[in-house]
């Protein structure tokens, strides 16, 4: 089957945004018409096929940018922000912004599975890759499995490596999941965002080899810059 000339642009636009850092600005219509020898309408139409599948956004009056960076989440595998950072090429960073202790209420006794006024530490996180600003994270852990835990423990090292290798609870299945929002005031600023600005939100339970719940985390990702590709393994299934 012949392949069109929209189509053949597609893919070689495709494979040119991909090359390119988050945010990076693309040629104008009338640069890529010359550049590729076809018509602006041509090239219009490519760059709306585009932007449906969000790999680019459009900014009236200011010109078209690569969209987001995707990460590959593998559901048989924990969830790695710092990999999944450096497997695209991205220096990933993350900031402790605070720790605390507190007692849990009734929502998060319910996700941690403990009893309400139960003591429960508190983790805030930035997340960022390149030095810009991706995920803020809110982690709550039961103190009975981390009583012993600190923010020093932290410092560079992996959440889940200091689980298994301080207190012995390597993660075993995590359950996530995601949906549309917008930006609150109070993490706009962390994200460096404007307040009501479109985004993911995402909770996560971890569970540990005792089908315990280890981890309940609460994230805000800026959307332009992150998106969630996650490979089903149904190859068992009937």
Known sequence: MKITLQEQLINLLTNYIQSMPANAKLPSERKLSDKYELSRTTVRSALNELEVTGLIRRVHGKGTFVNRVDLNSD???????????????????????????????????????????????KIKRLRLADDVPVMLERTYLPANHFNLMTEDLLEDRSLYDVFDK??????????EYFLAGIISKRDS??????EGTPCLNLKRSTYNSHNQVIEFTLSVARSDQFA??????????S
Request: aromatic share 14%; hydrophobic share 35%; net charge negative.
């Open 166 to 175: 301080e207190f012995n609870e390597p993660v075993y299945y995590a359950d």
């Open 228 to 237: 969630y590709h996650i490979r089903h393994d149904i190859s068992n299934k």
């Open 189 to 194: 600023e962390y994200l460096d965002l404007a």
């Open 75 to 121: 559901l048989n595998s924990s969830y790695s922000f710092n990999k999944q950072m450096m497997s695209i090429g991205k220096k990933p960073q993350t900031k402790i912004l605070s720790f605390d202790r507190k007692e849990a209420n009734s929502y998060f006794a319910r996700k941690l599975d403990v009893e309400v006024g139960d003591q429960v530490i």
